[in-house]
Nanobody, 124 residues
């Protein structure tokens, strides 16, 4: 089981930017499909962005052009850079990992490891 820990969540004004992080053990991110999910109360946890073992990325339509998922050079930290934030981006953001290197699903049940989340709040 991969150990993941998110950080960097904050309260920001609409139109602002924020970068959140997910720390992991060395080489963990290289071996696994990684993803950022977000969740609001009474809502299903939804995938925001994924990056596979070959650094191929995919994004939810709602964040395309605004969010970027990427890893550091040592592949020990996963990031989500969020630009032009909107109130509907407000959520608890979670880092997740699969025990395989490819990404083909956005279902939370297909991910094996989770962080505890970091809160992002965007005000109007």
């Amino acid at each position: 089981q991969a150990q993941l820990m998110e950080s960097g969540g904050d309260s920001v004004q609409a139109g602002g930017s924020l970068k959140i992080s997910c720390a992991a053990s060395e080489y963990v991110l290289r071996r696994r499909c990684m993803a950022w999910f977000r969740q609001l109360p009474w809502k299903e946890r939804q995938a925001v962005a994924t990056i596979d073992g070959d650094d191929r990325t995919a994004y939810a339509d709602s964040v395309k052009g605004r969010f970027t998922i990427f890893k550091d050079n040592a592949e020990t930290t996963l990031y989500l850079r969020m630009n032009n934030l909107k109130p509907e981006d407000t959520a608890m953001y979670y880092c997740a990992a699969r025990n395989v290197g490819y990404c083909y699903t956005r279902s939370p049940t297909d991910y094996d490891s989770w962080g505890r989340g970091t809160q992002v709040t965007v005000s109007s």
